[in-house]
């Protein structure tokens, strides 16, 4: 009787052997810039403020694409640092991983999502993403959290399968720079941020390179920008600075991507009416001038300046205005809202750049 307990709990330890593979030797995209560190989004920028340095260390918009024929896949993540969710961020959102799928009509599926229900630093946390889904191939995309520090990452698969390296799964690279509304804070998954769903609709790379609050125009990101290799930029520039920081630092601003990337387009999009303005006269006024502001600088540099666009971000909410998190930011059908207001016109104007 004994060596047949002993035989068992052999057998079960081999059934539930697993392999781990480290995301780094795999596809990994989703950066606008090469780090020292591979998870970072971008190295410390001189003039950078402490908030800045941390969100540069924030794994939002990365993601990794692969093949695999394993039934179960899961991750092991150990973070860095503190795992702190701010108030308008879901859990899972912040904290956890996303896995989509390719499906049959070549559309991108939601296959399954987790993350450790207890966060410690700098120890492995192992998480099951999906514990069944065939044998056949499968092509995946796992998306990285929207305000976590990663320290390593892999993919966890069954023991006997294979794992390898998938193509990107979208063409081009599009640097999107912006506020939290472009890092995602509000969504409720880390793959439901506005550019994650417009990559999946149009097949185009539209990379996070979010700032949540601190997207303000500033030298030292334009600086940091014009040097990318992007074929194109879109800009979620008028949500957090004033008008009178707009009406300081946007031409400038303007003006060293014409000189430093002659012939890329630069698009430009409103910032989205926010639920706030609902019940609040001097919220309303307030974001009636934020906008106002934008929209009239903006047509005076569209006249001004070559491949200069402006796109209206025209719905980012509901008919029944409930569609937000906290009054300020969208929740996940708000992104998919703001996502198809901009999609057709940030997609014509790309076209136009298209090389034959």
Same mark, same amino acid.
């Given at each position: 009787?004994?060596?047949?307990?002993?035989?068992?709990?052999?057998?079960?330890?081999?059934?539930?052997?697993?392999?781990?593979?480290?995301?780094?030797?795999?596809? *990994?995209?989703?950066?606008?810039?090469?780090?020292?560190?591979?998870?970072?989004?971008?190295?410390?920028?001189?003039?950078?403020?402490?908030?800045?340095?941390?969100?540069?260390?924030?794994?939002?918009?990365?993601? +990794?694409?692969?093949?695999?024929?394993?039934?179960?896949?899961? +991750?092991?993540? %150990?973070?860095?640092?503190?795992?702190?969710?701010?108030?308008?961020?879901?859990?899972?959102?912040?904290? $956890? *991983?996303?896995?989509?799928?390719?499906?049959?009509?070549?559309?991108?599926?939601?296959? $399954?999502?987790?993350?450790?229900?207890?966060?410690?630093?700098? +120890?492995?946390?192992?998480?099951?993403?999906?514990?069944?889904?065939?044998?056949?191939?499968?092509?995946?995309?796992?998306?990285?959290?929207?305000?976590?520090?990663?320290?390593?990452? !892999?993919? %966890?698969?069954?023991?006997?399968?294979?794992?390898?390296?998938?193509?990107?799964? @979208?063409?081009?690279?599009?640097?999107?720079? &912006?506020?939290?509304?472009?890092?995602?804070? &509000? =969504? $409720?998954?880390?793959?439901?941020?506005?550019?994650?769903?417009?990559?999946? !609709?149009?097949?185009?790379?539209?990379?996070? @390179? $979010?700032?949540?609050?601190?997207?303000?125009?500033?030298?030292?990101?334009?600086?940091?920008?014009?040097? =990318?290799?992007?074929?194109?930029?879109?800009?979620?520039? @008028?949500?957090?600075?004033?008008?009178?920081?707009?009406?300081?630092?946007?031409?400038? *601003?303007?003006?060293?991507?014409?000189?430093?990337?002659?012939? +890329?387009?630069?698009?430009?999009?409103?910032?989205?009416?926010? !639920?706030?303005?609902?019940?609040?006269?001097?919220?309303?006024?307030?974001?009636?001038?934020?906008?106002?502001?934008?929209?009239?600088?903006? #047509?005076?540099?569209?006249?001004?300046?070559?491949?200069?666009?402006?796109?209206?971000?025209?719905?980012? #909410?509901?008919?029944?205005?409930?569609?937000?998190?906290?009054? #300020?930011?969208?929740?996940?059908?708000?992104?998919?809202?703001?996502?198809?207001?901009?999609?057709?016109?940030?997609?014509?104007?790309?076209?136009?750049?298209?090389?034959?």
């Amino acid at each position: 009787m004994k060596r047949l307990t002993i035989l068992a709990l052999l057998i079960s330890c081999l059934a539930s052997a697993q392999n781990y593979t480290d995301v780094q030797n795999l596809t *990994f995209f989703g950066k606008v810039f090469q780090t020292v560190h591979p998870y970072d989004r971008v190295d410390p920028l001189p003039g950078m403020i402490d908030g800045e340095k941390n969100q540069a260390k924030q794994s939002s918009g990365l993601a +990794v694409a692969f093949s695999t024929n394993s039934k179960s896949i899961g +991750v092991r993540v %150990v973070y860095r640092g503190s795992g702190a969710v701010g108030g308008n961020s879901a859990t899972i959102a912040a904290r $956890g *991983f996303d896995l989509y799928m390719k499906a049959p009509d070549g559309r991108w599926m939601w296959a $399954g999502n987790g993350y450790p229900k207890k966060y410690d630093a700098d +120890v492995p946390h192992e998480v099951q993403l999906i514990p069944d889904s065939g044998s056949e191939e499968k092509q995946c995309i796992l998306y990285l959290p929207l305000s976590s520090r990663i320290a390593s990452l !892999e993919i %966890v698969t069954d023991d006997g399968t294979w794992i390898e390296s998938a193509p990107v799964p @979208f063409k081009g690279r599009i640097a999107c720079f &912006g506020s939290s509304f472009t890092q995602g804070s &509000g =969504a $409720g998954r880390c793959a439901m941020t506005w550019e994650a769903q417009l990559s999946r !609709e149009s097949g185009m790379n539209f990379m996070n @390179f $979010g700032f949540s609050g601190n997207c303000k125009l500033q030298p030292y990101f334009a600086d940091a920008l014009v040097k =990318a290799d992007v074929d194109a930029y879109v800009f979620d520039a @008028f949500s957090n600075p004033t008008p009178a920081e707009v009406q300081e630092r946007l031409e400038p *601003f303007i003006r060293k991507f014409v000189e430093a990337k002659p012939g +890329v387009p630069l698009i430009f999009l409103q910032t989205i009416r926010r !639920e706030k303005r609902n019940f609040s006269d001097s919220y309303d006024a307030k974001e009636h001038a934020k906008r106002e502001n934008a929209e009239k600088l903006m #047509t005076e540099m569209v006249a001004k300046y070559p491949n200069v666009y402006w796109v209206n971000t025209t719905n980012a #909410t509901s008919e029944r205005h409930e569609a937000t998190s906290d009054g #300020t930011h969208p929740d996940s059908y708000g992104y998919t809202l703001w996502m198809e207001s901009v999609k057709d016109p940030i997609m014509e104007i790309l076209h136009r750049y298209e090389k034959d």
